[in-house]
């Protein structure tokens, strides 16, 4: 089997190169997916991409007539696939599920964390050598109410940790988990019930029709003044346009977020030495209150091992036997 793997960045490839204890004929490209860049997996029977990869309708078809038959996603999230195309065209399309689900849970927390206690601000603060405690108060994370938007297996873990820290968790998912109520005392109530009345608001849940902006203007308004939002899930959960208005007029104590509805091309990759031209981005990192990191919520580890291994035993699967276990369809 011959598989280009797009969309290789440094961090991984070691990774990627230890897990193919398969012998696959494999070709690293440190370039995105796109249909500019299609063309290239002309040749192979597979490939592999990241979460920021195009694989809209029109590169599906392209990859279709290349003689693509599969695709291994070395995320979770499949929206930047056209899962529908690929099904009709016959491309088999598999996801790494379950990487680790205590990176994003941990990451969700150091997001809360140096927001609360104002972590970047102190630690600008002190190489300055400027050592005043004036305006580094924060809050103790004991009896708080955090929302906690999405229970599968990323919020489970997140739950028990907000437990640890003494909150109140209360939580909206389609599906309750009842574990998590009987041993965390986690409460499921509805989405209005969360806004209004959570001091903090994580999201944890896939992006699809039903959750795109699931934070806008009107869930926004819910939400008490003060309150503290935090996305470590997909950027299309949050109407940016909203969120920046609601900033300007002081409705948060903070924002962290470690997606962006527009990072596609962005997130991952240096424009130190350019000037971005996305004004969106640009507004959101001159709040002082905001705490932007680039999609590395993910970024330990075990997650990138768990992620290649994956990848490569869904390679192996489809060479094998001609169905992987996390076929998407």
């Not at 297996?153 to 739950?159: A, H, P």
Request: proline fraction near 2%; include cysteine; charge should be negative.
């Amino acid at each position: 089997m011959k598989i280009i793997v797009y969309d290789t960045h440094d961090f991984e490839q070691s990774y990627l190169e230890k897990a193919n204890n398969y012998q696959f004929e494999v070709k690293y490209l440190p370039i995105r997916l796109t249909k500019e860049t299609v063309s290239l997996s002309k040749g192979a029977d597979g490939i592999a991409i990241f979460g920021n990869d195009d694989a809209s309708t029109e590169v599906i078809n392209q990859l279709h007539q290349n003689g693509i038959r599969f695709i291994a996603l070395r995320s979770a999230g499949y929206n930047h696939v056209d899962v529908k195309k690929a099904k009709e065209l016959g491309i088999k399309v598999a996801n790494v599920p379950a990487y680790s689900p205590y990176s994003v849970a941990e990451h969700t927390i150091t997001l809360i964390m140096a927001l609360n206690r104002k972590l970047i601000k102190a630690h600008n603060r002190v190489r300055d050598l400027n050592f005043s405690l004036s305006g580094l108060v924060g809050f103790d994370m004991n009896g708080k109410t955090v929302g906690v938007i999405g229970t599968g297996k990323i919020g489970s873990v997140l739950t028990k940790i907000l437990n640890g820290f003494g909150c109140k968790v209360l939580a909206y998912d389609k599906y309750p988990n009842e574990l998590l109520s009987q041993n965390y005392g986690v409460e499921y109530v509805s989405k209005e019930y969360l806004f209004q009345h959570s001091d903090v608001i994580t999201l944890l849940v896939p992006l699809n029709p039903e959750t795109k902006y699931i934070i806008n203007k009107e869930s926004i308004d819910m939400m008490k003044d003060g309150v503290m939002l935090i996305n470590t899930s997909r950027g299309g959960l949050i109407d940016t346009k909203a969120l920046i208005q609601a900033l300007k007029a002081g409705k948060f104590h903070s924002v962290g977020l470690d997606v962006y509805e527009l990072e596609q091309g962005l997130f991952h990759y240096d424009f130190s030495d350019t000037i971005v031209q996305d004004d969106m981005i640009a507004r959101l990192l001159t709040f002082p209150n905001v705490l932007v990191t680039s999609h590395q919520a993910f970024l330990t580890s075990n997650a990138i091992e768990n992620i290649s291994e994956s990848t490569f035993y869904s390679f192996y699967q489809w060479n094998t036997t001609g169905k992987a276990d996390n076929e998407l369809w």
